[in-house]
Each structure stands twice: as C-alpha cells, then as structure tokens.
C-alpha cells in the first residue's frame, strides 16, 4: 500500500510529535526530590532510660551516685559526705528529645541540679509527645539503700523512714528517708518525720504500765475489772471470767476474749468504755491459758494508764519520755488533724487511711514518732549504761520476760523470731504499716504511710528489717 504525505498530514504528524515530547517532558524524574530531600516522620520517641552521676565530674561528691529506676522514678544514693546542692547529672534520653528540668529547658544532655529537692523531669519527643519523671535523691549509704528502693516500689509506698541503732553505744548509725510524706503535694519525707506507729504503739503502751509498776501504783497481778479491780469505777460487775482478769493478761494478750472491737467498722462512733463493754460480753476463754493477739486489751491497759496517773495518755507518756528528749503525740483521726512534720497515710484496699478514732485506739494503735526518738525510747528501757534508762533492772527484766502461755510475746514485745534473736514488733492500719527490731548487737526501725494487702507483704517486710540489720553488722556501722 501506497501513502502519500499531504503538507496537511505532514504538519499534523509535526503537531503529535511536539505534544508527545511535552508528556515525556513532563513524566521525567528530573524535577523528583533528592533522597537527602524527603523529610522522614518525626519520631515519638520521649524515654528516660538511666542517668548517671560521677565523681570525676562532681568535686563536691565523695564517690559516684547510685541510681535505682521504677517506672518514673529515679531513686538516687550519693556518698555520704557528699554536698549535693549543684550536681551535674548526666541524662540518657531518646534521640532528638527534648529534656525540661522543673520548667527550664536543658541544652544537651547534662545539667546541674540541686539534688537536695525533687526534679521533675520532662522529655519532649521530636513530634511533640511527653512523658515525666522524678528524682529523689538523697546522701546516705548505698548497701543499705539499695535493699530499700525495690521494696517500696513493689508495694507501692508512698513514703519511707528508716534507721539503725547501735547497741553497745546506744545511739542512731544510720538513717534515711525517701518518697513522698504527702503525695498530692509533692512534700518530701525527710528524717524527722513523723509515722503513726500502729500496733507499734503496743510497746509505748507497756512501757507506761511498767512505770507505774516500778512506781508501786499497780502490780503486775492486780485485776482490772469488778469490786477491786483497778477499773472498778467503771465496771464493777462483770463476769466470773473477766473478774479473773490481770494485768499481766492484758499485757500478754492472754485475757481470754476473741472478739476484738477496738479496729472493727462495727463499732464505729463508739467510745473506749462502750467497746470495753462489748468485750465483757464477748466469749472468753479461761484467763492466763491461751494466747490471742488483742487489740481491745491494750485499749483497756490506757483506760489503766490514765486513771491510775489521772494524765490524759499522750501526757503521761509525755512525761515519761521526757528525761530520753523523745517527742512523742497522738496521731489524728482525719488529715486535717496532721502534726507538722507527719506524714499523711495512705490505704490500698479503697478504704481510707483514716478509718479509725485514734483517741480511742491510741493505746493500740495511736502513738506518732519519729525514729529518732523511738531509739531514745528504746534506748531508756534497755539497760545500758550510757543513756539514762527509765525503767530498772527488775522491771526491764519483767518486761522482757515471755509469756508462760506463748515463748513469742512478752509484754508489748514480741520475741523469739526464727530468722533473727531479740524483741520486735510490727504494726498494721490502713495506711500503716511499721516494723523494728530489737536485736543483740544493731537495733532497726522501718516505718511506712501505707500498707500492701499483697499477702507476702508482711513477710517482706520483716525480711527486709532483718536484711538491714544484717547488713549494718556486715559493714561494721
């Protein structure tokens, strides 16, 4: 087949061709971006992994910090010794972060900080996300420290004091304190804070029964209740059993009662004579043959101490303590009744921390101290020669000595642990718990504004007051 080229289909062909060249033109990759030229999504990385404190860049500091991390927290042990208002730290933070310290923002990845108060801290991830974190840090002795941290961070406690005493020269070795005494506010625990002791109080309580014992008001054997009891006024008639009932009962929990009023929701709004009366009418078994922890016993032992001193409780132990400089209260029934210087406690269970009348439960439950001045207190009652004891030979001696019932308690001191030797006690509330111990060479107190209902928590507990104890005499405190 024959074609012809018109100069029509010549310039038509000419046409096609200039508009095919102008969509080749226009589909190159010439005009495309370079690779170093697209933009990459911006990370959300916004992480705090670890941060580092070390001597060689601090003078100020006797050795390099100790950092322990949970969570958002950043738990920190600088050397004692130590001076700790300017020291630089070193934060190790998601690439292309951004790193706030309270409020101001920092270049790079060190800053110098004042370790004396909390540090908030905020990263900032390049695409704008953020995520916080707090340090608490704190001069004191690693070994022991370290034992602490992970412990209060499994149960979730808001705040901790603890300390050890040395035996042979009866004084405080060490003590520390760290979290937070009241949450909301971010108010720091410190030393000399102050801890409701909970069942703690029991041994303050003895203490008391045991002055007025050594000043012959009462003796050990005298009954409570009926026509010659101590409390006679009160209850002058009661049952055969309760008519049988001692002081040495009261002081051994071996009274006989089983229904125990003093911390039961039941009773509510209650007075101490009314919950003593429903512990009167409560079964019993024969007094002075079975041990049974009572709390409501203990509440009858302060009815004891006031009347037979005509003090309120919280003056009589005043008094008492007085000579040991110990500074001793009774704790609030609600926040607003907060001592300065106390912690706010703190429940797990969605109850509150300030479910029971403290007035009433005092005696069992109510004394507020710091552990300071609960080693003076022990201190005074230990029978050594280099603080002024308040209580003799004889009445220390009785006081220490076990129940014919039960080798395990004494009177307000629980004895005979298989893990270590010595008295101890422990103390539970919601929103409480406290542990110490009373060793042959170290003494240690642990106090704590909240309580686990984890059931291995009490068990931890102890093992931890232990372990530290332990670890004092290792380090040769």
């Known amino acids: 087949m024959n074609f012809k080229l018109t100069s029509k289909s010549v310039a038509r062909l000419l046409a096609f061709l200039m508009l095919f060249s102008a969509f080749l033109s226009s589909c190159s990759k010439k005009g495309d971006p370079k690779p170093e030229e697209i933009q990459k999504p911006k990370s959300d990385a916004k992480d705090l992994s670890g941060l580092s404190i070390l001597k060689s860049e601090n003078p100020s500091l006797t050795g390099d910090g100790y950092v322990y991390k949970s969570g958002a927290k950043f738990y920190v042990t600088l050397p004692m010794g130590s001076t700790i208002n300017a020291v630089k730290v070193k934060f190790n933070f998601s690439d292309n972060a951004t790193l706030k310290i309270n409020g101001s923002t920092v270049s790079g990845n060190t800053a110098t900080v004042d370790l004396n108060s909390t540090q908030d801290v905020e990263i900032t991830s390049e695409s704008g996300f953020k995520s916080n974190y707090t340090i608490l840090a704190q001069v004191g002795i690693k070994e022991i420290d370290e034992m602490v941290y992970p412990f209060i961070e499994k149960y979730g406690m808001p705040a901790v004091s603890y300390a050890i005493g040395k035996n042979s020269i009866e004084n405080v070795v060490y003590k520390n304190a760290t979290g937070f005494a009241v949450v909301e506010t971010k ?4 030393p000399d804070y102050m801890f409701r002791l909970a069942s703690m109080s029991k041994q303050h309580t003895a203490i008391a029964i045991m002055t007025l014992i050594q000043q012959g008001k009462i003796g050990i054997d005298d009954l409570v209740f009926g ?8 209850f002058p008639s009661v049952g055969p059993k309760s008519a049988k009932v001692t ?3 009261l002081l051994e929990h071996t009274a006989g009662y089983t229904g125990d009023p003093m911390f039961s929701a039941a009773y509510n709004g209650y007075t101490l004579d009314q919950r003593i009366q429903v512990m009167l009418n409560s079964a019993q078994s024969e007094p002075g043959t079975v041990f049974y922890y009572y709390n409501m ?5 302060g009815k004891i101490i006031e009347v037979v001193s005509g003090k309120d409780y919280e003056t009589y132990l005043k008094e008492i303590y007085a000579p040991t400089g110990a500074q001793v209260y009774i704790c609030g029934t609600s926040p607003s009744q907060r001592r300065q210087k106390e912690v706010a406690y703190y429940a797990q269970n969605g ?5 029971n009348d403290m007035n009433v439960a005092k005696a069992a439950g109510g004394v507020l101290i710091n552990t300071e001045d609960l080693f003076k207190v022990l201190y005074s009652v230990d029978g050594g ?5 308040i209580l003799n030979s004889a009445t220390r001696t009785l006081m220490f000595t076990p129940s014919a019932v039960t080798k395990g308690y004494a009177k307000g001191w629980r004895t005979n642990h298989s893990l270590f030797n010595g008295f101890y006690h422990g103390g539970n509330l919601a929103g409480t718990a406290t542990f110490w111990i009373y060793g042959e060479e170290y003494s240690v107190a642990v106090l704590l504004n909240s309580r686990s209902e984890d059931s291995q928590f009490d068990v931890d507990l102890i093992v931890l007051t232990n372990n530290i104890m332990k670890k004092a005499k290792e380090l040769g405190l």
């Open 297 to 301: 016993g203990y509440g009858v032992l």
């Open 187 to 190: 108010e720091r625990v410190r």
């Open 247 to 249: 002081v040495r009962h």
């Open 351 to 355: 109850s509150s921390g300030y479910g």
């Open 227 to 234: 026509p010659t009891g101590i409390l006679k006024d009160s």
């Open 385 to 389: 020669t280099i603080r002024q004891d």
